[in-house]
């Protein structure tokens, strides 16, 4: 049987929010889409069959990890990634870039080389070029692949910002290459820029003269104010191709992404519900509730009593305090699955309102709430 190949279409628009819908040869993709992030190869305390039954269309891996832990060769035995985590759904590697700027103490960015850093875990040397990282994504068989870029750390240098920026078209340039004629694969371009307009405006047009089959912000969620973000958002949102996906890397929280998808963003990535929910913080439609307050140790009603996925709405707050308080395996296991529910019950209520050109009055009610 022939592969599908990868494409993209918008179905409904309400101003610059919009449905849409991602076609892989591994399922299709309804968007704007969350993807739970499973950085090495596993979304932390849940199954795969687990996210499947949340509406999870789609994960995300991360090449740093796992290019350093167990290494590919090890995940290529097992078929790739999908073989190796058993998981049929779709999924998109990010380049390594992000980890290299947050978690090397020691790294070093050479224009020709690439990232040349010691491993976070036992100090091994690492060099990860825009063709090693695409070597890498390749071997680990993701749908959807990140270009190599090099992701900044919250500056006000324009100079410094400028040059990283520069470095990212170069490596994409590269990255382009690497990757090839791969049409049921598809590689995105990350914009990079920092909160600079003119940056922003310059790395999204030479992106485009390259040529990807998405195009992401990357270079947010790093420490700027969420006006910032969305005021970043606004410069460009007039701009990105409208036949393309807009990906906003690592956002965020349920605000962010309501206010992300105003501007236009189609898919997104996070570690907060799964993080999250591992320290006791629980995100409802009626706000954030921290689980480990003493004021729940008589609270015996559900986190959710409408949610009747996966039998959530069974486990009472009260019982929910115990197990945190106890440190019980289960609290992480049920309050991660209980997350990354709600945000795909978000994302299905925001492609709802989309399709009944409702949104704006669903983000207004929302955008403070949650």
């Given at each position: 049987?022939?592969?599908?190949?990868?494409?993209?279409?918008?179905?409904?628009?309400?101003?610059?929010?919009?449905?849409?819908?991602?076609?892989?040869?591994?399922?299709?993709i309804l968007?704007?889409?969350?993807?739970?992030?499973?950085?090495?190869?596993?979304v932390?305390a849940?199954?795969?069959?687990?996210?499947?039954?949340?509406?999870?269309?789609?994960?995300?891996?991360?090449?740093y990890?796992?290019?350093?832990?167990?290494?590919?060769?090890?995940?290529?035995?097992a078929?790739?990634?999908h073989?190796?985590?058993?998981?049929?759904?779709?999924?998109?590697?990010?380049?390594?870039?992000?980890?290299?700027?947050?978690?090397?103490?020691?790294?070093?960015?050479?224009?020709?080389?690439?990232?040349?850093?010691?491993?976070?875990?036992?100090?091994?040397?690492f060099?990860?070029?825009?063709?090693?990282?695409i070597?890498?994504?390749?071997?680990?068989?993701?749908?959807?692949?990140?270009?190599?870029?090099?992701?900044?750390?919250?500056?006000?240098?324009?100079?410094?910002?400028?040059?990283?920026?520069?470095l990212?078209?170069?490596?994409?340039?590269?990255?382009?290459?690497?990757?090839?004629?791969?049409?049921?694969?598809?590689?995105?371009?990350?914009?990079q820029?920092?909160?600079?307009?003119?940056?922003?405006?310059?790395?999204?047009?030479?992106?485009?003269?390259?040529?990807?089959?998405?195009?992401a912000?990357?270079?947010?969620?790093?420490?700027?104010?969420?006006?910032?973000?969305?005021?970043?958002?606004?410069?460009?949102?007039?701009?990105?191709?409208?036949?393309?996906?807009?990906?906003?890397?690592?956002?965020?929280?349920?605000?962010?992404?309501?206010?992300?998808v105003?501007?236009?963003?189609?898919?997104?990535?996070?570690?907060?519900?799964?993080?999250?929910?591992?320290?006791?913080?629980?995100?409802?439609?009626?706000g954030?509730?921290?689980?480990?307050?003493n004021?729940?140790?008589?609270?015996?009603?559900?986190?959710?009593?409408?949610?009747?996925?996966?039998?959530?709405?069974?486990?009472?707050?009260?019982?929910?305090?115990?197990?945190?308080?106890?440190?019980?395996?289960?609290?992480?296991?049920?309050?991660?699955?209980?997350?990354?529910?709600?945000?795909?019950?978000?994302?299905?209520?925001?492609?709802?309102?989309?399709?009944?050109?409702?949104?704006?009055?669903?983000?207004?009610?929302?955008?403070d709430?949650?």
């Amino acid at each position: 049987m022939a592969l599908k190949n990868f494409a993209f279409n918008v179905l409904k628009k309400d101003k610059f929010a919009r449905c849409g819908i991602i076609e892989t040869h591994r399922g299709n993709i309804l968007t704007p889409a969350f993807m739970p992030v499973g950085t090495q190869a596993t979304v932390k305390a849940c199954t795969i069959d687990d996210i499947k039954k949340t509406g999870s269309q789609i994960i995300l891996s991360n090449t740093y990890h796992l290019m350093i832990r167990p290494g590919v060769e090890r995940i290529q035995s097992a078929g790739g990634l999908h073989g190796f985590m058993n998981c049929d759904l779709p999924i998109l590697t990010d380049s390594g870039g992000f980890q290299v700027m947050s978690l090397s103490k020691l790294n070093k960015i050479d224009r020709k080389k690439g990232a040349i850093f010691n491993s976070h875990v036992d100090g091994k040397k690492f060099y990860l070029s825009p063709e090693e990282s695409i070597r890498i994504q390749r071997g680990l068989n993701s749908d959807i692949v990140m270009i190599m870029d090099e992701c900044p750390k919250k500056t006000d240098n324009y100079q410094l910002i400028k040059k990283s920026m520069d470095l990212s078209l170069h490596w994409a340039e590269r990255s382009k290459k690497a990757f090839g004629n791969n049409p049921h694969k598809a590689l995105f371009g990350i914009v990079q820029g920092g909160l600079f307009k003119d940056l922003r405006l310059k790395s999204l047009r030479e992106l485009m003269k390259i040529g990807f089959d998405g195009y992401a912000i990357g270079g947010l969620a790093v420490g700027e104010t969420q006006k910032e973000m969305f005021s970043t958002l606004d410069d460009i949102k007039e701009f990105l191709p409208t036949e393309k996906p807009h990906y906003l890397m690592g956002v965020g929280t349920p605000s962010d992404i309501l206010g992300a998808v105003k501007r236009g963003v189609d898919m997104f990535d996070c570690v907060l519900p799964t993080r999250s929910g591992r320290t006791g913080l629980a995100f409802t439609w009626q706000g954030r509730i921290n689980i480990k307050n003493n004021k729940y140790q008589t609270d015996n009603t559900p986190l959710d009593s409408n949610c009747e996925n996966l039998n959530l709405n069974r486990y009472s707050k009260n019982y929910l305090n115990h197990l945190f308080n106890t440190n019980e395996i289960l609290a992480s296991m049920l309050l991660s699955l209980h997350n990354i529910n709600f945000y795909q019950e978000l994302m299905a209520s925001i492609r709802n309102n989309i399709n009944k050109g409702t949104f704006d009055q669903f983000h207004d009610k929302y955008i403070d709430k949650l």
